[in-house]
């Protein structure tokens, strides 16, 4: 028999604030995360802008020393499972460790390092590489010192499946648990991705917005869209089972019912046209929640601002929801945070959980102009009070990468 499997702790770092409820209050008010770069001189570059994390003291969470050796994305990785942690309330709690797994994903890992060490290798010769470049640029490194901070024993899977990294880190975590495997995981995704090199390896791509305008670059949805905003961040969440979270009085924040994942095999880099790939994830995610396209009342979708991601996305929903779709709620939050690439799933994650709490919808802010091949309902301009049952999220990734997960409001009683 499949066990039931809960969320008793959340972590947040995002363009739009530093803790859960400060990303997710101003998620709700459409605050605009997306800013001019402020990490490196951006004069002679094509693409100026991104979301960057703000005014986050690392000091405060972490030993000095441990920052300094740590690439940028393991430290935004280490806040976030801190929150996570505590909300869950396992500090000085017994459990069995040895049942007790990590599962951080990431799209690139340690990118920051990995540029900094190649330049040091060219310009400076390679005796002045620093022994912490292997270690700071493997993305399971990630999840390891989360792991050795807290002390999981059981197994660490860092899901590298570009922008869906996170949500499956999410969704297998959630397997390994209903599975019997495992009885608690911290899960979700980090990334760190605003430097030259990648910044300028997408700009390359053609994938991002180089209007450098922070309140028309990211328009999801919108007939004005031309590519994404990159950003950073990161997102945890700490999954138990039901009975093992019951046991220790632990915080219910909502339950994790469904997970699908699927691969186009299409292209490096674009989807599916028919969108195949996408309708047949959520629809394997609807049949493992055992649950109708009607009851699903609001979608975060992978909306990333990109001509074909949200026309297809937009296909995919209608094919696997039917009429359903168009009575959904549906929004990006990427229109205030931009893209965080292999962290987005875990942001995005967060934010629908808080909805399902709530009975907030944020918004798709700057949704001016609706594409008329995107024509459901995107929550455009400001949020929507709705009761909520079960919500979904989705998450879409080069190479074809497909992943949903669906989580159902828990009652007073669970």
């Not at 806040?79 to 069995?96: D, S, T």
């Not at 991705?193 to 949805?221: C, H, R, Y």
């Not at 008329?372 to 400001?382: F, V």
């Amino acid at each position: 028999m499949k066990r039931r499997v809960v969320v008793t702790g959340m972590g947040l770092v995002s363009p739009v604030g530093n803790t859960v409820e400060e990303s997710f209050t101003n998620l709700v008010a459409g605050k605009n995360g997306i800013d001019f770069i402020t990490f490196y001189d951006v004069s002679d570059w094509k693409v100026k802008i991104a979301g960057e994390v703000k005014n986050l003291n690392f000091e405060y969470f972490l030993d000095k020393k441990e920052i300094k050796r740590s690439d940028r994305v393991t430290n935004l990785a280490m806040v976030a499972a801190h929150e996570a942690y505590q909300q869950a309330e396992l500090e000085g709690v017994e459990i069995n460790r040895k049942r007790f797994g990590t599962f951080i994903g990431s799209g690139i890992g340690g990118l920051t390092t990995i540029f900094e060490e190649v330049k040091t290798s060219v310009t400076r010769g390679q005796d002045r590489i620093s022994p912490f470049f292997i270690p700071n640029s493997i993305i399971n490194l990630i999840g390891a010192k989360v792991g050795i901070k807290y002390q999981a024993y059981g197994p660490n899977l860092a899901q590298v499946s570009a922008c869906s990294a996170a949500t499956n880190s999410m969704g297998e975590a959630f397997r390994y648990i209903r599975d019997g495997y495992l009885e608690i995981a911290l899960a979700g995704g980090a990334e760190a991705p605003i430097n030259e090199i990648g910044v300028g390896g997408f700009a390359s791509l053609k994938a991002l917005n180089f209007s450098n305008d922070p309140e028309v670059a990211s328009v999801p949805f919108d007939s004005r869209r031309s590519g994404f905003v990159i950003a950073e961040g990161a997102g945890i969440l700490i999954l138990e089972e039901y009975e093992h979270a019951k046991r220790r009085n632990a915080p219910i924040l909502a339950e994790m019912v469904g997970y699908g994942t699927t691969s186009d095999a299409f292209h490096m880099t674009s989807p599916d046209l028919s969108a195949k790939g996408i309708e047949e994830c959520l629809r394997i995610a609807l049949d493992d929640a055992k649950i109708k396209p009607e009851q699903i009342g609001y979608i975060n979708a992978h909306g990333t601002s990109t001509i074909l991601n949200d026309k297809l996305e937009t296909l995919g929903i209608k094919k696997a929801f039917g009429d359903a779709a168009y009575q959904i709620n549906i929004s990006s939050t990427k229109s205030m945070t931009g893209h965080a690439l292999g962290a987005a799933g875990a942001i995005e994650t967060i934010a629908v959980i808080k909805a399902l709490q709530t009975g907030l919808i944020p918004p798709t802010i700057h949704l001016d102009q609706p594409d008329p091949e995107c024509d459901l309902n995107y929550t455009p301009h400001t949020f929507v009070k709705r009761d909520l049952e079960y919500a979904m999220n989705i998450n879409i990734g080069f190479g074809g990468q497909n992943a949903a997960i669906i989580f159902k409001k828990v009652n007073k009683n669970d």
